[in-house]
Nanobody, 128 residues
């Protein structure tokens, strides 16, 4: 069974930075795309960013473009989300997810039902 374990969340002041990590274990191949989603209190879980199996393609939700960067290191089966210039509205539980294809068709990275595995989430709180 594949496991995804997120870490790096915490409390930060507005304008600060955090780097989230998602370590994947028991994977037999690195040919999978990864993504980050987030869920704020009382709201649906939403897409944040996605990255292809080799890092060659990425996608971002509009509100995080220019502030967040998704990356991966396949040597250690880990995907990262560098979050800069954080805002109170970034407060959420952040989840990583794995899609067992190299990349998506069109904007299918938005479709949560396509993902094969999910992590348990890590809390990010941004104070004003």
């Amino acid at each position: 069974q594949v496991q995804l374990v997120e870490s790096g969340g915490g409390l930060v002041q507005a304008g600060g930075s955090l780097r989230l990590s998602c370590a994947a274990s028991r994977l037999t191949s690195a040919s999978y795309a990864m993504a980050w989603f987030r869920q704020s209190p009382g709201k649906d879980r939403k897409f944040v960013a996605a990255i292809s199996w080799n890092g060659g393609s990425t996608a971002y939700e509009d509100s995080v473009k220019g502030r967040f960067t998704i990356s991966r290191d396949n040597a250690v089966n880990t995907v990262y989300l560098q979050m800069n210039s954080l805002k109170p509205e970034d407060t959420a539980v952040y989840y990583c997810a794995a899609f067992f294809r190299p990349w998506f068709s069109g904007s299918d990275y938005l479709r949560q039902t396509l993902y094969n595995y999910w992590g348990q989430g890590t809390q990010v709180t941004v104070s004003s």
